[in-house]
């Protein structure tokens, strides 16, 4: 339900993220979408301006709960494909341009290589098993993953 992550190349010397908002393109089924991340920016962002052909990226988030967090790594392009311009449009894109046509919008690419992914092991129940004498580390190893997403 959140789609805040923090995008950025990874290419550049001082590399640096931004929040940008995520957009996955529903195939109409309501399950998990594989596709692409989408990203729409304008044209006079440095992220824009910076990226190149099939760059290389890195995007990080957190749910809003903080139970579970991700950096996924992959590659961002610029991408002119009005069809999804025109699938992903709503009101919230709309509010920052002047329409589809407008000179300034920029769509923008990400997908997703492989990504580290950890769910929360700071929790009550971990305290709980710490003043049991029960360590908590050995049940949170099961709480990070490494995933392989080509």
Known sequence: SDRTMMLGLSHVDEAHTRPM??????????GPTHGPIWFFSS?????????????????????????????VHGRLSRDTDRAV?????????????EGKNDPKL???RFDAEEAQIWHDGSSLLAGVKMLLGIDPKQSYRDHVASVRLT
Do not use: Q
């Open 21 to 30: 908002t995520a957009l996955l393109d529903d195939d109409g089924t309501g």
């Open 43 to 71: 044209s006079d962002t440095e992220i824009v301006r910076e990226v190149k052909v099939d760059s290389r990226a890195v995007a990080t988030f957190a749910d809003k709960g903080h139970n579970l967090f991700a950096c």
């Open 85 to 97: 311009i025109e699938r992903l449009w709503n009101p919230f894109i709309a509010a920052w341009y």
């Open 106 to 108: 920029a769509l923008l």
